[in-house]
Each structure stands twice: as C-alpha cells, then as structure tokens.
C-alpha cells in the first residue's frame, strides 16, 4: 500500500532513507554487506529507494515537482555510496590477498638423520678406513645361516623358540649379524675384511640397555695369520676413533659356538662407575671355516659383533635406549 500524507512528511521520510541508505553504504566492510545494502535501498523490486518512488504518485499535484527533485538527488546520492562502497570492499580484498613480498620468509624446517644412522654412517667410516669394506645381508634369515652354519647345535638353547622370531619352517628374523660372516665367506675366498650393519630380532624384556630390534656392527677379518692381538688391536683403535681417547674398555673370557677362545668386550658406562657390555668376539671357529668351505690350516680370522645402540648411547650420554625409538622431535633435534 502507498502511504500518503503530506509533502512535508514525504520530504522528511526521503531523507530519513537517505541518511540510513548512505550509514549502511559507507558501514558496509565486504562484499555481501555492499551486495545486502543495494538490495535493500536500490533494488529494483523491492527496494526502499523504489518505494519512494511509488510514494510521487500519492503526493498532490503541487508537490510532486518539489519531491521529485528531492528524490533525484537523493537516488544520486545514494547511486554514488554504492559505487564508492563497491570500490572499497573490493580494493581492500586486493590487499587482503596480496603478497606482502617484503615479509621475511617461513623457513621450511630442515629434516636430519636418526642418531642412530649417524652412527651407523660414521662406523663405517672408522672401519673403512682401517681397511674393512661393507657387506650386506637378509634381515629373513635361514636357521642355516642364523645357527647350524655358525656351529650352533641342533639343541643348543640359542634356538629355544622363546629367544626367537620364527617365520615359517626354517625362516627367522636373524638374531644376530653373525649369519653376515656366513654368507660373506660363502661368497668369496679369504682373503676378508668385511663389516656389516643391520637390525637383529630378539624377543628380550625391554630396559633401558635392551631392545626386541636393535641393530648390531659385525666385523670378519680372514687372512693368513690373523691373530687374537690383532682383534684386540682393532677393537681397541676403533673404540677410541668413536668413543675418545680416554675410552675405558675391557676383554673378558666368554663363549660363543662360532669364535674360539671367545670374549665379551665392555666399556666403561658413560659416569664412570659401571661396566656395560658392548659386543661379542673371538677366533673364528675352524668349524665354521669348514662350513664354508674355507681351510682352517690355511687361515684364521677373528669376528666381532656390537651393538649400535649402546655404542650410540655411550657416545651422547644417553642412558635408556628406548629415548631412541620414541621419535622425539625435542630429543631428536640434540643430534
Ligand atoms: C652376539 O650377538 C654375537 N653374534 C656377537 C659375536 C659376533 C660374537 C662375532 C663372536 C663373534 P650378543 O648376544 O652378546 O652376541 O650380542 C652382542 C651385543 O649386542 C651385546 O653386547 C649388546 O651390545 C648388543 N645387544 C644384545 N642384546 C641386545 C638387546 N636386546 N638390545 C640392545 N642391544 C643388545
């Protein structure tokens, strides 16, 4: 329905819309709200500036020129605040999404090596450069490679099922880096100097020395006339190249079925007051020299296995080996 009334009133309600029509242009702060204003003030249906249009034709004649001008001007006005309003919301979006090229740059965060890789890399290193070249093996063993080729009996209690990760019938997660010496010595004739890095399986009662999966450094030195004093020589040099010159270690009498006389190696625990047990070694066995099919009248040798972990540990002071399975970001980001 138009409204109707006096001149005087219709002037007064023009410009009522214009002061609303112009507060809403200028308050609007983006596109929607420009968008929500036009419709409602300059729509072409609906729209309040259209209904004091329709408002004229109620006005008495007399009026109808002075109103006229008054809406003129006011749908200008009004015509205006929306072009400026549309020109600002769109010119702010601009800056909005703009690249401020002056900003300094997010640095991507820069990824390293697991402690225990770098110490991996740098035992290879050390033992590269007293002469030893690398080797591989299966981390799926055979019980042939794992045990009977290491001159480990058939009833032996290394085999209990209950220290070992069986697969299927004859197939394992080898225990040892000992099955490497086998499969290395298989290959080639003597003379070897070989050492060997990989993960070992064990279903051992985690702490803070002990793993299920650990990895383990073997070395195999074959040769005519390789000596006991040559193994402790090596072992020697090698703790000092990784661990300092101040290095404590210590051989003590053992027994391993495949290195004859055998011994455990130790150091001296980072602290100073307990003795941690680092690898195994000894004079490689001639029954394992025949299981090969090398001549244990010809040659001797001497193997050794490590454990990495504890090696990595002594090295940094790190007193649970678990801290190197747990992915820390804030315990990783030390090495
Ligand atoms: C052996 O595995 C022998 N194959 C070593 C060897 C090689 C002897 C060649 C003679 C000749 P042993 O079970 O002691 O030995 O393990 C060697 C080293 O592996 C240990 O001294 C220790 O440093 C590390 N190790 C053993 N069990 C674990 C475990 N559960 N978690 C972490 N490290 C371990």
């Known amino acids: 329905m138009t409204p109707t009334g006096s001149l005087q009133d219709a002037l007064l309600e023009l410009e009522e819309l214009q002061a609303r029509a112009l507060h809403a242009f200028t308050s609007a702060a983006s596109p929607d709200d420009v968008e929500a204003a036009r419709i409602e003030y300059l729509g072409l249906k609906q729209g309040r500036l259209k209904a004091a249009q329709e408002r004229l034709k109620s006005l008495p004649s007399d009026g109808k020129k002075e109103y006229g ?6 749908k200008q006005a009004l015509e205006a605040a929306f072009d400026a309003a549309r020109g600002r919301v769109e010119r702010k979006k601009v800056a909005d999404d703009a690249v401020d090229v002056t900003l300094p740059g997010i640095a991507p965060r820069l990824g390293r090596r697991h402690p225990l890789t770098q110490t991996a890399e740098e035992l290879i290193d050390i033992f590269g450069r007293l002469g030893f070249a690398v080797a591989r093996g299966p981390e799926v063993e055979d019980v042939h490679h794992n045990f009977d080729a290491l001159n480990i009996p058939p009833v032996h209690p290394a085999r ?4 070992n990760f069986y ?3 004859g197939s394992m997660l080898r225990s040892q880096t000992s099955t490497i010496q086998i499969r290395v010595m298989e290959s080639q004739p003597p003379p070897v100097r070989v050492v060997a890095i990989g993960r070992v399986y064990r279903p051992d009662t985690v702490d803070a020395t002990h793993s299920f999966m650990f990895h383990q450094i073997e070395g195999l030195m074959v040769d005519d006339g390789v000596t006991m004093g040559d193994l402790k020589s090596i072992l020697r040099l090698f703790a000092k190249s990784y661990l300092g ?21 130790d150091m001296l625990w980072h602290g100073g007051r307990r003795w941690v047990e680092m690898g195994g070694a000894g004079m490689v066995d001639p029954n394992v020299f025949k299981a090969v099919g090398y001549d244990p009248e010809r040659v001797t040798g001497f193997a050794f296995g490590l454990g990495i972990e504890r090696l990595c540990m002594r090295r940094h002071g790190i007193d649970d080996i ?4 747990q992915n820390d970001v804030r315990f990783l980001d030390q090495f």
């Open 322 to 325: 678990r801290l190197l399975y």
């Open 245 to 265: 010159e101040d290095v404590q270690i210590r051989f003590r009498p053992s027994f391993f079925p495949f290195t004859e006389p055998s011994v455990e190696v």
């Open 160 to 163: 209990d099922p209950l220290d």
């Open 69 to 74: 001008r008054q809406f003129n001007g006011v």
């Open 167 to 169: 697969l299927s019938e």
